[in-house]
């Protein structure tokens, strides 16, 4: 998904800034431009392709301006080229913008543009918000004004008010050539405060190596950022102040530490992860507590249903959840994919709590689902990686993941951390309900603290996973199968098979294979099975058996000795409660989708058409 970046201060700012977009390459993009102030003009360096290439652009070691604006593009509107992407000016090069999200009404306000004489250049939606600011610095109420300063803010305050959509967007203008003037709606953006020199981001990691001082944009708020201030104002441009927030991230964890790709690092932190999410929350014999929230019995005793909310891998982590829920505090919990929640016109009121999940704790869908639950007076609880993000400032309670930054598009660290969350949630939830045995709770309890040496386990020997990955890597389709909460496993092992080494993968539930799906099986096609519940061996094995008997290539994830073994390979991993099973099961997933990815050759951190952030609809 598109990024941001922006620099002004004393040093050059076009380092900064492609160092910057750098660091948001992760989030998936197709084009990139930087815009800087060079002696009372804008330039604009951009082209499709990577960020990489902007350094072979003519006239780029030029630029000594230390004003600038930065951009990478996911197209939506518009192919890939150099025309569509961002810094887009208005047609006498005044101003220059780049914005995140998308523009809904643009055709509309390209026609009103059109018919006051403004020529468009490109297919984008963008290309109108500097159009429309240089319409409203001449035309609008603001152009009597003698400031420029004020005049600007005025002119983009005019012009957003126009917009139908969502926004992240910076401006720069020779005509004040001191300041950038930020505004937000539905699409990140922060503020990283320095020592004479300030710096702009859709994403903290892009900055953070500069600052750890930050503010956080909010909805409909608008910033004027220099040198040395930063000043804030409300969507009526009345001025306010706003709390810095300390954003505690390490910067080298947002690099590949001597890994060969984010993706294998993140899914090497995945103990560290899990002790940072389990943290203080608990220890063993004594209740659960969060310091961010604190529920009451009466509310608890009073829900009815629980509705969690989330897109793809968080919303897989949401199916563990429910299993864990449902069994320790007896509340009947459905999950729902945010995209379908939120036009499903869901059953929800006031007896109802509603679980948002979100590693970026940006993406449109589950923010709009989460808004909707509020309007019908449902309670929120937004499970979030990134403090502060849009979807932890929209809920009545937010809960952190603390995994650190997860900056490879497939989410591998985030999943893990979120089911340890799901399950420590409920443990509280559980404590204050009492509907559960404490011998039970206390037990999970135990196996919860003891998972990241557990994942350590499985991390020490990856052999027989990437001699797997040797063996199928050509493969055009794969099967998962597992029933229960192996079942949630087979569907993240299918998700992140397909997102990085693009092979066609089919997750089902194991004894639903035979109502349709067994007709695909075929001689040598790869099904890999998932049976960790001693409840369901047998019945997963039958399962198993059916595509065995069918000539299928087999690979088993098991905690069980398994009464035979006409399977190819067998991965074991520790046993643990059944509940919290797949944090352990996804490990051996995940590798084996790393590793496909990487015999073919794949970039693995940046798939193909994806992005890390989905912050459009
Ligand atoms: C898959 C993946 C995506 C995200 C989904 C939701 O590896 O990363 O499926 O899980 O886009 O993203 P967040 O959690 O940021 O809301």
């Known amino acids: 998904m598109c990024g941001i970046v922006g620099y002004i201060g004393t040093k050059k700012a076009t380092p900064i800034l492609v160092d910057g977009l750098l660091c948001l390459e992760y989030r998936g993009y197709d084009s990139a431009g930087i815009a800087t102030l060079e002696k009372n003009e804008i330039k604009v360096m951009k082209d499709k392709g990577r960020v990489n290439n902007l350094y072979n652009l003519d006239g780029i070691n030029t630029l000594e301006g230390t004003v600038g604006i930065a951009h990478t593009r996911w197209a939506t509107h518009g192919k890939p080229s150099k025309e569509n992407s961002h810094p887009h000016t208005d047609n006498s090069n005044t101003f220059a913008v780049v914005h995140n999200g998308i523009i ?62 969502s926004y992240a967007i910076e401006v720069i203008s020779p005509l004040c050539p001191n300041e950038i003037i930020v505004v937000r709606k539905d699409s990140p953006l922060v503020i990283g405060k320095g020592e004479n020199e300030n710096y702009i981001a859709s994403d903290i990691p892009a900055i953070l190596k500069y600052t750890k001082n930050f503010y956080l944009l909010d909805d409909n708020e608008f910033a004027v950022v220099s040198t040395n201030t930063i000043s804030f104002f409300d969507n009526t441009l009345e001025e306010h102040n706003k709390t810095i927030k300390n954003i505690d991230w390490d910067a080298n964890a947002a690099g590949k530490e001597g890994f060969d790709d984010y993706m294998l690092k993140e899914i090497f932190e995945q103990p560290t992860a899990i002790r940072e999410t389990i943290g203080s929350r608990f220890s063993l014999g004594e209740k659960c507590s969060f310091d961010d929230i604190e529920i009451s019995k009466e509310y608890l005793n009073n829900v ?12 897989h982590a949401g199916l563990t959840g429910k299993t864990i829920l449902e069994n320790l505090c007896q509340i009947p919990t459905v999950v729902d994919i945010a995209s379908e929640f939120r036009y499903r016109n869901p059953l929800i009121d006031e007896q109802t709590l509603c679980i948002y999940i979100s590693q970026s704790g940006e993406t449109a869908d589950t923010i709009a689902a989460l808004k909707l639950a509020k309007q019908k007076g449902a309670k929120t609880l937004a499970i979030s990686n990134v403090i502060g993000s849009s979807i932890t400032r929209e809920a009545d309670y937010s809960i952190y993941t603390h995994a650190g930054p997860e900056i490879a598009v497939a989410s591998t660290k985030a999943y893990s951390s979120q089911v340890v969350l799901i399950a ?40 027989i996973i990437k001699e797997f990955a040797k063996k199928v890597y050509t493969e055009k389709d794969m099967f998962f199968l597992g029933r229960g909460t192996d079942y949630n496993v087979a569907l993240e092992g299918s998700l992140k098979l397909k997102e990085i080494s693009y092979i066609h993968s089919e997750a089902y539930a194991a004894g639903e294979l035979k109502h349709g799906p067994i007709a695909l099986i075929e001689n040598d096609v790869t099904v ?25 290539k087999t690979l088993i994830i098991t905690n069980q000795i398994l009464p035979n073994s006409n399977f190819d390979f067998i991965i074991n991993i520790p046993k643990t409660n059944f509940l919290i099973s797949p944090i352990l099961s996804v490990i051996p997933m995940q590798l084996i989708a790393y590793y496909i990815a990487k015999f073919k050759g794949l970039d693995v951190d940046k798939p193909r058409n994806l992005a890390k952030s989905v912050t459009v609809e």
């Open 424 to 463: 420590i949630l409920a443990v509280y939830f559980a404590e204050i309900l009492e509907r559960c045995d404490k011998k039970i709770i206390e037990r999970l309890k135990e196996d919860i603290i003891d998972l990241p040496s557990k994942v350590e386990k499985i991390l020490d020997d990856t052999e």
């Open 528 to 552: 890999i099975g998932i049976i960790t519940d001693s409840n369901l061996v047998e019945k997963s094995i039958s399962n198993i058996q059916e595509v065995v008997t069918r000539g299928a």
């Open 104 to 165: 809904e009404n643009y055709l509309d306000l390209r026609t009103f543009l059109s018919s006051k004489g403004y020529t468009f250049f490109s297919q984008t939606d963008t290309e109108v918000i500097p159009n429309l600011i240089h319409y409203y610095f001449y035309n609008g109420s603001v152009s009597v004004l003698n400031d420029n300063k004020e005049k600007l803010l005025g002119a983009v305050k005019l012009a957003i008010q126009d917009l139908k959509g």
């Open 304 to 315: 009815n249903k629980i509705y969690i909310v989330a897109c793809g891998t968080a919303m």
